[in-house]
C-alpha cells in the first residue's frame, strides 16, 4: 500500500500522541514527568520532528506543559471509574469517585410537568408531574459534569427533600430509592456557550455526552438524566469476557 507524501510522518504522529496521551491520563508517568526528547526518540523509533508534533499536539490539548530546562510534565489527572460504577449498578471501590468523593452544587430542584419526549422514555403521560433535579458533579471543588435529572414518581417524593450530599447514587440510597438496571447512550459534542460557561471550560471543548435511564427493581423506567461530562478531566473503564456468556 502506498502512502502519500507526509503521509506517513503524519501517521507516526498521530501513533505517538495516542500512545503518550493514554500514558498520561492513565497517570503512567511517575509524579507526572514525561521522558525527554530523546528517551521518546529511542523508545518509539521516530525522528525528534515526530517527538515533537506529537507533544504538541498534546501541549494544545492542555494535557501537558513543557518548561525548558525542567522538561515536559502531566498536568491534568483525569478521573477514572468504571462503567459498572458509573451506572450504579455495583458497590463503588475504595479510591472510586462514586465512593464519597464528590458533591453536588445543586441549579434546579423543582416539580415540572413532563415534557413529551421525557414523558416517553418514562412511561408517563406527558403534563404529569415529575421532579427536575440539576446539579454540577464537583471533585476538589472543579465542575466535571453536568446533570439534568427528570425523575417520576412516587421516587420523586422520595428525592424531593432529600439532602444531597455526594453523588447520584448516594442521594438514591439516602432517599431509600433501588435500582435495578441503569442504560446509558454515550456520544459526544462540543461545549456551547451555557455549557463551557457552567463548565469551567472553553466554548468548542469536546464533551462526553450520555442519555441515562434507570429502572426500578420492578422493570419501570422512573429517572431520565442528560449528562455532560468534561472529555478530558473523566475516564470510563470497561472490561468483558467472552466467559460471561458461556
Known amino acids: 500500500m502506498r502512502t502519500a507524501p507526509g503521509g506517513q510522518r503524519a501517521h507516526d504522529v498521530r501513533r505517538l500522541r495516542d500512545i503518550l496521551r493514554a500514558t498520561v491520563r492513565g497517570g503512567g508517568y511517575e509524579r507526572g514527568q514525561l521522558p525527554s526528547e530523546i528517551e521518546l526518540m529511542t523508545a518509539y523509533r521516530v525522528s525528534r520532528a515526530t517527538v515533537r508534533a506529537a507533544l504538541a499536539l498534546l501541549r494544545t490539548e492542555g494535557l501537558i506543559e513543557r518548561t525548558q530546562g525542567i522538561g515536559t510534565h502531566a498536568v491534568l489527572e483525569p478521573v477514572t471509574t468504571s462503567l ?29 410537568p413532563a415534557p413529551g419526549a421525557i414523558a416517553e422514555r418514562l412511561e408517563i403521560a406527558p403534563g404529569t408531574p415529575c421532579l427536575r433535579l440539576e446539579y454540577l458533579a464537583l471533585h476538589e471543588d472543579e465542575p466535571l459534569a453536568l446533570a439534568t435529572n427528570y425523575v417520576r414518581c412516587p421516587e420523586a417524593i422520595a428525592l424531593r427533600d432529600t439532602p444531597f450530599v455526594s453523588d447520584w447514587y448516594q442521594l438514591l440510597a439516602d432517599s431509600g430509592v433501588a435500582l435495578s438496571d441503569s442504560e446509558f447512550v454515550i ?60
Open 187 to 246: 456520544d459526544c459534542e462540543p461545549a456551547d456557550a451555557p455549557l463551557a460557561a457552567a463548565l469551567g471550560v472553553r466554548e468548542g471543548t469536546p464533551l462526553i455526552s450520555m442519555e441515562q435511564i434507570i429502572y426500578d427493581l420492578g422493570g419501570r423506567p422512573f429517572d431520565v438524566a442528560f449528562i455532560h461530562t468534561r472529555g478530558e478531566r473523566f475516564r470510563f473503564v470497561s472490561r468483558a469476557s467472552s466467559r460471561e456468556l458461556k
Open 84 to 112: 459498572p460504577e458509573a451506572h450504579g449498578v455495583m458497590k463503588p471501590t475504595v479510591g472510586s469517585m462514586f465512593n464519597h468523593r464528590m458533591r453536588p452544587r445543586e441549579l434546579d430542584r423543582s416539580m415540572v
